[in-house]
């Protein structure tokens, strides 16, 4: 298990073994080089043990505070921090302070009978994975690395085959192998005579702050908390003993962690973009603006198409599971680790904190038109939607299949509208399912508990415990520690999210700008030319470039035999006509490769 890992940690390796339990680690030195830092690691009388994945950003804090309650610190690491912390606080006490991106597995060997804890950062930063039945329990932060013990059977899981059809990537609790268990994100499992999971940490009840009118703060006073929470984020995130740099895209996000990192740094701060030779996907000169304002040492790399098909064996052999997303993620990693860095920072989260995306804007717009269109009969909606998809078919409409969601009146079907990636008719066909058992595979994302729902804070919740954590933060962990790399993510610091999360809705939208909160906070620090253009959002040319070797790829989709063939050739020929989205064949290709 731990030589599968080897490439999440390259510097060194340690095991702690005693009649229960066997607790192992592959370490990428961050924080405190030395031997010191070696895991897993103990208190003084080797009775508590961990093993972790993340940085706890302000271990320095708590450190101080333990050891005015008398803990004596063997390292300068924030590694050390999660046993004294349990010692002293219990593992709720410890979570409730914790600030950082973390999974960790948590020994207690005090009691005769050994208890463990498995537990997972608040917006599912770092990913833990974990297997369990009567006889054992196997957790790791990849699922490859469970399947190398040889104790689990190696059995794809159909509701995860049908839940990544329909939203790009396999959703907590599920993985790609039946009964291996993706930990949730803000939860953690307790184990000892008995299996309890626990919710600690939940975005919905911060943002059901958003609909009351109690204790609002001025539109003033917002902003400049804001900016203060981003310091401080940032001000966090710098913290490395190794090279540390950014990712620059020349967007909002990417550039406002240049501003605030580059006033902090003692030198030049490197900077990593790439660019393409397709001049309506490259934002190579709002980037290269962005890195002269702030005398960043700045790396460019062109990518070209044969590149991207040359890396693709690779990229698919990176991917612990199967996803639509994370090409970008893999390569521009692996030109940071080029140049030298270990820690790179990302602007992935500012979408979701700041509301960024278009379907934000119209989930605000549309609160009355689909509260009214919900309350129709069941027997109306399934006509309007029938209609609807038939029409947008007729006209060629890319996508018309999606409006097939709208039959069910529910925020989270609203939401599959535009976070789907295949209607349930077209997964039904796919893989040959009936409508009952598409309908039990592949059933709608669950929304978090609320006392207070808006479609805005629906959306903004599914957000947070679907799309950026079972995608973009899952594909940014992998992806980059494929290369050995460790990524930040400071739009998504633990006070910084829960404050804006409670920001009424109108702080956040301002017409013609978007991300308006943000752009504020940042004010002249952030070049205009970041936010005064079209939002794009990092991706490449894929539908051209696909096009260009569709005849190959298409046959290397068909090799995936769960999956009709039928089925696989008519996504292709309407991709081919333009009448289907990148994203849905190269769905299939990847499911050919990784899901095997």
Known sequence: ??????????????????????????????IDLSEAGKQP??????????????EIYNFRELREELVRQGHQFAS??????????????????????????YAFGLLDARASSHRLFLAKDPCGIKPLYYYYNKEKLLFASEVRAIMKSGM????????AFAKFLQLGSVPAPYSSIKNVMALPAGHYLAIDEQTSLKRYWDISAHL??????????????AITTTRALLEDSVTHHLISDVPLGVFLSGGIDSSSLVALASQRCEKPLSTVSIVFGEHDYSEAQYACAVAQRYHTDHHEVLLKSKEMFEELPRIFDAMDQPTIDGVNSYLVSKTAKQIGLTVVLSGTGGDEVFLGYDHFRKAYAWEAIWRSFGMLPSWTRKGLSKSAVHAGNLVGKMGAEKLAYLEV??????????RGLFSPRQIQRLLGLSEKECEALASPPELPTAPDRSLLTSFNALEFTHYLQNQLLRDTDVMSMAHSMEIRVPFLARPLVEYVAGLPARFKFRSGVNKSLLVDALGEDLPSETWKRPKMGFTFPFSAWMKQQAKELQAASIEQKLIERKAIEKVWRDFKEDK??????????VASRVMQ
């Open 1 to 30: 298990m731990m030589e599968a890992q080897v490439h999440r940690g390259p510097d060194g390796s340690g095991l702690y073994q005693d009649t229960k339990a066997v607790l192992g680690h592959r370490r990428l030195s961050i």
């Open 41 to 54: 690691m103990s208190n003084e009388d080797r009775t508590v043990w961990v093993t972790y994945n993340g």
């Open 76 to 101: 300068k690491t924030d590694t050390e921090v999660l046993v004294h912390g349990y010692e002293q606080w219990g593992i709720d006490g410890l979570l409730s302070r914790l600030l950082g991106m």
């Open 152 to 159: 689990v059977p190696d059995e794809i899981s159909m509701e």
């Open 208 to 221: 059901a702050r958003s609909l009351s009118r109690k204790e609002v703060p001025s539109a003033e006073m």
């Open 409 to 418: 009146g529910s925020d989270s079907n609203l939401y599959l509208l535009f």
């Open 580 to 589: 289907l989205h990148w994203s849905r064949p190269w769905a299939l290709l």
